[in-house]
C-alpha cells in the first residue's frame, strides 16, 4: 500500500466517523481526561466547542518535543516554525505570526493561565507537562483580547504534595541530534513541595552551508522552570518560573532562481534546489559583526492562587510578569552576494494581574472577572545593502548582463565585477533609458563611483498597551439531559504606537536615483548632479548641497531617527452563546454562536520622503461571527470515541500585511469567509491496541478587495492524520510500536497566493511574475519501536520521522521578496535516533 493510498484512508476513515483525537496508552479510557478549557475541570465531552487534549503521554508516545510536529496531528491548526523567534500559530486558517510591536495576536496561547501570545515569545519547549488544550473558534470571553479564532493552553506540572518523583529522557540521532530532559518532584512538608524541570535540545543543522562554517536550519535550546506549590487551610498558591534560551545557527532564506555561487570567483558550488545547500553569509560589519543566527531569550514569572471561600464560591487570582529579548540576523537575498542582510531586535514586557470568582452549585456554574494587561515592546529592523548589487538587480544584471560572456542568467557574477564603476555605470544608463531618461556615460560612472558596498539603515516601532477587561461566562443545566451557556466580554484598550528611521552612514544613493527618475526635469537634473559630486554619501545637507538625506527601504524620520508618536482608545464586546444536549452520559451534541474581536490596530508607516512626517493608521477592530455545530460520542462500551464540527465565519475588516517594497504595511482587507469540518476518532479494542485518525477540511477565501478569491495563507484544505500503538507483552515488558501518517494539502505562505498582479511595481521594487512560492499536498510517516518495563518505569526506543525522507518546504517569499529574490525554507529531512526514559516516585 502506497504512502498517498494511506493518507487517503486516514481521510476516509475520520470522515466517515464524523471524528478528530489522539491515541492514548491502550488503557486509557477518556472518563480518565480532565480538561480546563472553560476555566473549570470537566470531562472533554462536556466542553460545547471543537478541543483537542493532548497529554503528556500522549507527546512520549509519539515522539512530539515541538509544536510544530503537534500541529500535524490536530485538524484545523498548524503551526509554521521558521525558527523559535518566528512561529505562526494558525487556527483553521488564520495565522498570529506579526512580530510588530502594535499588533494585535489572533490565536491566544497560554501558559498556565497567562497570554504568551505575542509572537517573537510564544514558541516554548513542551516538557514535563500534563497536557496541551487547543480550542478552536472564537474564545475572546475565556481567553481574552487576542482569541480571534482560538486559542492554545499548555499546562504545565505543577509541584506535588506528598511525593517524591524523579524523571528523565536522552536521546541521540542523526545531525548530532541530542536531547537530555529531567525532573525532580519533592515535599518539603506536609503542605508545601518544589519541583524543578529542564530540557537542552540540539542538533546540528540539515542544510548545507557551501561558504563554510556551520550548517544552517539547526536547533540549539535550553530551557529551566522552578514551580512551588504550597497549602494553608482553604487557599493553595503555585509559583512558576520559566526560563527559555535559543541560539540556534542562521536559517537558510533560499532563493531558487539563482545558483549558490563563490562570491570571490563566481564558481558555482550548489543547485537551485529548495532543500539543498545554501552559500549564504551576512554583509562585513553587520551589527557589529554579528554571524547569521538567533539569540533569544524568553522569561516569566507566574503566581496562582485559589482561595475557597465557601463550597459554591472560589476566588482565583493570575498575577504575572514576562520578557524576551531576540535578536537574528538573516541573509534576506538567498544568495552569497551581500545584497541585503537584516535583523530583527525584539524586545517586549507584560504584566498582568486577573481576578475571578467562580460559582458552582446544583445545576448552575458561573464566573465572573477582571483583568489588567500592560505591555510594552518594540521592534527594530536594520538591514545593510550592497547598492551596486542591488542595482543589478533592478538592472537584470545579477549575472553580469553580458559582460562575462556565456554566463547562465541563474548565475551571479562575481563580486569584483559589481565593484566596477564601468560596470554599474552602464547599469544606470540602462535604468534611466528605461524611465525614458538619458543619462551620459561620465555622469552615470561617477554616480556609480559613489554607490556603497554597506548602506546601513534601520527603523524601529514600538508600542504600549494598557487593557482592561470584564468578563463573564454561566452554564445552566436547565434539564437533565439540556444546557444552556453564554459569555461576555468587555475589552478597553488605551495604546500609544511610534515610528521611528534612520540612515546610518550617509545617504542611499541608490535611493537618491531611483527617487530622482520620478521628478520634474529640473529637480531629477539638480539631483542627478548632486549625486554625480565625489562622496556624495557622506556630504550632510545644507543651503549648498540640498540633497535629501534618502534611505532605501525606509525613508529616515526627522533629524535622521526622531520618534513620532499617536495615541488611540477603543474597547469593545465580544461574547458567545451554547446549547448542549444530552442524549446518554456518552453523547453530547452541541450548537455555539460566538462573536470573536480582535482589537483596534494603531498601525505606523514610515515617511514617504526624507524627513517627512510618519502616518498612522487606525485599523478598525477585526470580527469574526461564528456558527458551530458538533457531536462528541463514546460508544462500544466506551471503547470507540468519535468526535465532530462543522462550522462558517464570516469575518469583517479582515486585517492583513501587504508589502510595499521593502517594507511590511498591516492594512485592512475587508470581508473573508471560512467554512469547514473536522473530525477525530480513537478506538481501543483492547489493552493491546489503539488506533486514531483525524481529517480537518478548511475552506477559508477573501471575498472582498484585490485578494478576493484568494486562499488564507498556511491554510491547507485538507490534513489528515492516521496512527496505532500496538502494545504487546514480552517477557516481564512489552515492546510497543507507534506508527503515524500525516497529510496536508496545497498551501500559499501570503495572502497574495503569489499572484503576479499583486507583485509589480511599486508594491515591490522588482516584479515577480512567477507563482512559485507555494507547497503542494505531501506525507509524512514516523514510527517509534521500544521496549518498557512492566510498571512503566523505564522505556528505550528507536525512532524515525520523515521516513521517506520528503522535501518539503515551510516557508517562501520573505523580506527578499520586495526584491524581486523569494526565498524558500525547507522542512526537516529524516531524522532518525534512538532514546531511553524512566520516572520513578509518583503518586500510585
Known sequence: MTIRILALAASSLAALSC??????????????????AQLREQNPIEVPFALTSVSSEQLSRFGIEEFEELSRYVPGFVVQNQSPNNPGFVMRGITSDSGSAFNEPRVSVFQDGVSISKSRGSYVELFDISRVEIAKGPQSTLYGRGALIGAVNIVQNKAQLGTYEVAGKASYGNYNAWLAEGMVNAPLNDDMAIRLAGRVRKRDGFIDNLLGGEDFNSADTYALRGSFHGEAGALSFDLIGNYQ?????????????????????????????????????????????????????VWGVTGIANLKLSDQFTLTSITAFRKFDTLE????????????????????????????????????????????????GYQRTPAQLDERVLLARLAGALNGGGAIPGRPATDPAPAALFASPAFTGALLQGVAAANGIALSAAQAQAIAANLKSNHMETATNSS??????????ITLRVTDQFELGGGLRYSHDDKRSSYSASVLNGRSILGGVIGALSQPAA??????????????????????????????????????????????????????????????????????????RRPEILAPAGPGAPFGASSFAVLPSETVDSYEVGIKTALMDRTLFLDGSAFFYQYDNFQTSVQQGTQIITTNAGKAESYGFEGQARWVPSDVLSLYASY?????????GIREGNRFRLSPDHSSALGAILSLPAGPGRIAFSPSITYQSAVFFDDDNDRADLQQPPAALVADNMQDEKQKGYVLVNARLGYEAPNGGWRVEAFVENAFDKAYIKDA?????????????????????VSASFRFGGAK
Do not use: C
Open 696 to 704: 480537518g477540511y478548511n475552506h477559508s477565501r477573501f471575498k472582498a
Open 329 to 376: 540576523v538573516f541573509d534576506a537575498d538567498g544568495i552569497s552576494l551581500p545584497m541585503l542582510t537584516a535583523a530583527e531586535r525584539a524586545h517586549g514586557e507584560q504584566t498582568s494581574q486577573e481576578f475571578r470568582l467562580t460559582y458552582e452549585s446544583g445545576p448552575l456554574t458561573a464566573f465572573m472577572g477582571a483583568s489588567y494587561f500592560h505591555e510594552d
Open 19 to 36: 471524528s478528530v483525537a489522539y491515541a492514548q496508552a491502550p488503557a486509557d479510557r477518556d472518563d480518565m481526561i480532565v480538561v480546563t
Open 813 to 833: 517569499g520573505n523580506t527578499g521578496d520586495g526584491l524581486g529574490m523569494p526565498t524558500f525554507i525547507a522542512g526537516e529531512p529524516r531524522f532518525y535516533g
Open 464 to 473: 504600549s498597551t494598557k487593557a482592561v477587561d470584564l468578563f463573564g461566562d
Open 523 to 596: 529637480v531629477r537634473t539638480a539631483l542627478l548632479n548632486a549625486l554625480s559630486v565625489p562622496g556624495a554619501a557622506s556630504i550632510p545637507p545644507s543651503a549648498a548641497y540640498p540633497v535629501p538625506l534618502f534611505g532605501l527601504a525606509n525613508q529616515p524620520t526627522a533629524g535622521n531617527g526622531g520618534i513620532d508618536s499617536a495615541s488611540h482608545k477603543s474597547g469593545g464586546f465580544s461574547w458567545r452563546l451554547t446549547a448542549r444536549y444530552m442524549p446518554s452520559d456518552d453523547a453530547s451534541l452541541y450548537a455555539t454562536y460566538a462573536r470573536g
Open 245 to 297: 534560551k535559543d541560539t540556534p545557527e542562521g536559517t537558510a532564506f533560499k532563493s531558487i532562481a539563482f545558483n549558490p555561487t563563490d562570491p570571490t570567483t563566481g564558481a558555482v558550488i550548489g543547485d537551485r534546489g529548495r532543500n539543498s545547500g545554501a552559500a549564504l553569509a551576512p554583509g562585513a560589519g553587520f551589527e557589529g559583526g554579528k554571524a547569521l543566527g538567533l539569540d533569544r531569550q
